[in-house]
Nanobody, 124 residues
């Protein structure tokens, strides 16, 4: 079992930045995958970014490519999502999740463990 705790959400103006954190209870997430997803009101949950814990290869949704950066800190067993140039359409609850595989996937059902979510609101 892996517990995930997100933090770092909040209210920011368009063009601003936020960094989300996801702390995992498991001693190491290697060789699994951590993903970030988001869900806006009235919309389905969607993939944002993913990272292989071993090696650090990353994958991004087109909507955030070039603006968001996913990373991980092995020593802290914590993942991060740095969000720059935020837009009002980025407003959503953001979730981190862990998939017990070695390939980053965008498929929600593939992820085994989920955090509680953190609200990100971008004002125009």
């Amino acid at each position: 079992q892996v517990q995930l705790v997100e933090s770092g959400g909040g209210l920011v103006q368009a063009g601003g930045s936020l960094r989300l954190s996801c702390a995992a209870s498991k001693r190491t997430l290697s060789p699994y995958v951590m993903g970030w997803f988001r869900q806006a009101p009235g919309k389905e949950r969607e993939f944002v970014a993913g990272i292989r814990w071993t090696g650090g290869s990353t994958y991004y949704a087109d909507a955030v490519k070039g603006r968001f950066t996913i990373s991980r800190d092995n020593a802290r067993n914590t993942g991060y999502l740095q969000m720059n140039s935020l837009k009002p359409e980025d407003t959503a609850v953001y979730y981190c999740a862990v998939d017990r595989s070695v390939v980053v996937t965008t498929i929600i059902a593939s992820y085994d463990y989920w955090g509680q979510g953190t609200q990100v609101t971008v004002s125009s």
